[in-house]
Nanobody
Framework: QVQLVESGGGLVQPGGSLRLSCVASGTIFNIGAMGWFRQAPGKQREFVAT???????NYAVPVKGRFTIFRDSAKNTVYLQMNSLKPEDAAVYYC????????????????WGQGTEVTVSS
């Protein structure tokens, strides 16, 4: 059984900052990429950022230069530092991980968290 649990969402004023965290737990053999997607009301889920197991990062254009993704592989944790937040960043943020479950089919699979809500409003 594998779980991804996000935390750190909340209400912030425009221009403010938040740091999201996501911890993967369970019978994990190996984690490859970890990252974040987001979904605003009435919109499709969209890619935000990803970080490989070699700490290679990639960002969506709207967040590049404002958001930073980093991970602590020893803790199976990925973070998203969000600065200079804008109202259009408001969404539910979902963590994902491509990982191999110990004792499973030994193939990488995508796992998702339940989401943490970010509200940007004055």
């Amino acid at each position: 059984q594998v779980q991804l649990v996000e935390s750190g969402g909340g209400l912030v004023q425009p221009g403010g900052s938040l740091r999201l965290s996501c911890v993967a737990s369970g019978t994990i053999f190996n984690i490859g990429a970890m990252g974040w997607f987001r979904q605003a009301p009435g919109k499709q889920r969209e890619f935000v950022a990803t970080c490989t197991s070699w700490n290679r990062t990639n960002y969506a254009v709207p967040v590049k230069g404002r958001f930073t993704i980093f991970r602590d592989s020893a803790k199976n944790t990925v973070y998203l530092q969000m600065n200079s937040l804008k109202p259009e960043d408001a969404a539910v943020y979902y963590c994902y991980a491509k990982l191999v479950v110990a004792g499973g089919n030994w193939s990488p699979e995508d796992y998702w968290g339940q989401g943490t809500e970010v509200t940007v409003s004055s």
